[in-house]
T-cell receptor, first 112, second 119 residues
């Protein structure tokens, strides 16, 4: 069964460094999402992406964040200059129609 | 504005007990979807069910059942004869309707209910 994959599973970085989190969505899916979950808290929407552009972003998704679909298979989330409060689990999701989203296993980002 | 409330932060039961997890939602849309996800200690999000706003039929899948009531804006989840493997955080979520002008369908999650099933 096709699934969403994410790499790395755990990333440790120093404050101020740039990180790129990678996702490979399910191959025939057209809608892509990033969510984050700070430890012990709820899952929060960051951004949705469709037709090669951002369709919606949350207040969390400020200028430090960007997304890209560089090669038609990967979907990346870049954090330009990480802060301590960016430490969280980041989930990628994809969907054919947008109504049912399939989540990847997540990348745990630790900023020290 | 859309909102999902899971008032139960933690529930502890003994194996074989039945348990109901509550979910109350707010939306001004007439078309929407409701979801339940399970997050075991390993951290991944496991899809359990999707319901659209026009289908109020209750659903049963094995030991799991869901009660959707539009009149009270609730979408409750019951586990019958709970098992230790059911121990996890359970999230209820709401999805905005499909927007043909630009896809959104972001999921709005509740704060989750931690279910601990003791042997």
């Amino acid at each position: 069964e096709p699934e969403v994959t994410q790499t790395p599973s755990h990333q440790v970085t120093q404050m101020g460094q740039e990180v790129i989190l990678r996702c490979v969505p399910i191959s025939n899916h057209l809608y892509f999402y990033w969510y984050r979950q700070i430890l012990g808290q709820k899952v929060e929407f960051l951004v949705s992406f469709y037709n090669n552009e951002i369709s919606e972003k949350s207040e969390i998704f400020d200028d430090q964040f960007s997304v890209e679909r560089p090669d038609g298979s990967n979907f990346t989330l870049k954090i330009r200059s990480t802060k301590l409060e960016d430490s969280a689990m980041y989930f990628c999701a994809s969907s054919t129609t947008g109504t049912e989203q399939y989540f990847g296993p997540g990348t745990r980002l630790t900023v020290t | 504005a859309q909102k999902v409330t899971q008032a139960q932060t933690e529930i502890s039961v003994v194996e074989k007990e039945d348990v109901t997890l509550d979910c109350v939602y707010e939306t001004r849309d007439t078309t929407y979807y409701l979801f339940w996800y399970k997050q075991p200690p390993s951290g991944e999000l496991v899809f359990l069910i999707r319901r659209n706003s026009f289908d109020e039929q209750n659903e049963i899948s094995g030991r799991y059942s869901w009660n959707f009531q539009k009149s009270t804006s609730s979408f409750n989840f019951t586990i019958t004869a709970s098992q230790v493997v059911d121990s996890a955080v359970y999230f209820c979520a709401l999805s905005e309707p499909f927007n043909y002008g630009g896809a959104t369908n972001k999921l709005i999650f509740g704060t989750g209910t931690l279910l601990a099933v003791q042997p």
